[in-house]
């Protein structure tokens, strides 16, 4: 028994049963440990139920506790560290979010973390100053999602890529210890989120739109003040419109890659964004075997759709805007000033075209930022995806030009006259 009673006859009425000075005291291994009961018990009960001990049985209870912490070589002497448990949690959303890039997003390391950073700083922007407890309820996400100026200027689907977002920030929130939310809104009767909305991407290469850059290649870029840049822009087209690779691995195809026997080529995985190795079959009959076939003669090692001499050619934006210029009649300036100028019609032509047939003749979209703008010619991995061709036997089906589709980048209008081919 290592509990003892120590009351001083004069402050204690009852001290038969006085628990108010009850003591610990356990001699270990030479060393004598002696506490009082409440001092030792009170500091170690949970937080909002500390009260002094009731009973000699709960006393027995904490000796227990009293031995095993010396046991493991604690001093039950000393004060409790203070548990810091409810240091950390966030207080409103954009702390939460920040906590969630932290130590979430960032360590994971993925490579579309900086996409999930901008969704992260719209959110903030937005939801940022609500309690946390605010995204329980599905309210206040469902007027992000559907009152918010945000929610008015982009697309649905942009929408439903930044509420996927917070879910998953929230998933997360939900199994950290202690959880940060009770429940989550998304579920049926709360956030929804419905795909069957969003545009679908259907933005086809007209065939007369095709024949159109393909002449103007051949014949408006075969000059000197071109180059005579034009015939291998048309076998880069032709190379986008049969392939449907990344701009980039379709840049870096050299001879040796293309398999004659089983008329596929190889993307090799380093060379390809997704690290992913695979083989795009081609048609043997078709229009892009014709130019492979002309450049074996430049030897394996030579680039398929690079210079005319097979040298790497990693860079082609300025002669397609040029060609696309030229597909519509429109002159481009030749100078370092005119560059821009040039940038700014084939944007506006696109843009001003497709936000005209939207609106029925109103501009109403603020007008774009260069930077958006041009990102939003880049070739998107969506597309390269949805437009890539899956089994031999489609290969007929890729080969007609109008079989394919194009998209943009997503944030914008859809267009659908729009050439989508060989942009950046
Ligand atoms: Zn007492």
Redesign the pocket.
């Given at each position: 028994m290592a509990i003892w009673?120590r009351?001083s006859k004069r402050t204690?009425m009852n001290?038969r049963r006085?628990l108010?000075?009850l003591w610990f005291d356990v001699t270990y291994r030479g060393t004598r440990f002696r506490v009082p009961v409440n001092e030792f018990a009170i500091p170690r009960m949970d937080a909002n139920k500390q009260r002094p001990i009731e009973s000699l049985e709960e006393a027995r209870d904490w000796e227990r506790v009293f031995i095993g912490e010396i046991k493991a070589g604690r001093d039950p002497r000393r004060p409790r560290p203070v548990q810091k448990s409810s240091n950390g949690a966030p207080k409103d959303v954009a702390s939460f979010l920040d906590a969630y890039v932290e130590r979430c997003v960032t360590p994971a390391a993925l490579k579309s973390v900086n996409s999930t950073c901008s969704r992260v700083d719209v959110l903030k922007k937005h939801l940022g100053e609500l309690p946390l407890d605010a995204l329980e309820e599905p309210d206040e996400i469902n007027r992000f999602k559907s009152g918010s100026d945000y929610a008015k200027r982009v697309e649905l689907a942009t929408i439903h890529r930044t509420l996927e977002t917070l879910r998953a920030a929230m998933n997360w929130g939900m199994a950290q210890t202690p959880p940060l939310f009770r429940k989550s809104p998304f579920h049926r009767f709360g956030v929804r989120m419905n795909k069957k909305g969003e545009t679908v991407r259907d933005r086809r290469l007209s065939r007369e739109e095709e024949k159109k850059l393909l002449d103007a290649a051949l014949q408006k870029m075969n000059t000197p003040e071109h180059q005579f840049v034009g015939p291998l822009l048309h076998d880069r087209l032709i190379g986008a419109l049969e392939l449907c690779c990344r701009r980039g691995e379709m840049l870096l195809i050299q001879n040796k890659r293309v398999n004659w026997e089983t008329f596929q080529i190889g993307i090799p995985g380093a060379t390809a964004k997704d690290k992913e190795n695979r083989r795009i079959p081609f048609n043997p009959e078709g229009r892009l075997a014709a130019i492979l076939e002309r450049r074996t003669k430049l030897g394996p090692d030579a680039y398929v759709f690079g210079t005319a001499t097979g040298e790497y050619q990693p860079e082609l934006q300025t002669a397609w805007e040029t060609l696309r210029l030229r597909a519509h009649g429109i002159e481009p300036r030749p100078t370092r000033k005119g560059a821009a100028w040039n940038r700014e019609q084939a944007l506006l032509e696109r843009h001003g075209r497709g936000t005209t047939a939207r609106t029925g003749g109103e501009l109403e979209q603020p007008t774009p930022t260069t930077s958006t703008r041009i990102r939003s010619l880049k070739w998107s991995s969506g597309v390269r995806k949805q437009c890539r061709p899956a089994r031999r036997s489609q290969i007929g089906h890729n080969a007609v030009p109008g079989g394919l589709k194009f998209g943009c980048g997503g944030t914008q209008p859809p267009i659908p006259t729009e050439l989508y081919v060989v942009a950046a």
């Open positions: 009673r009351c204690c001290p006085c108010e000075h």
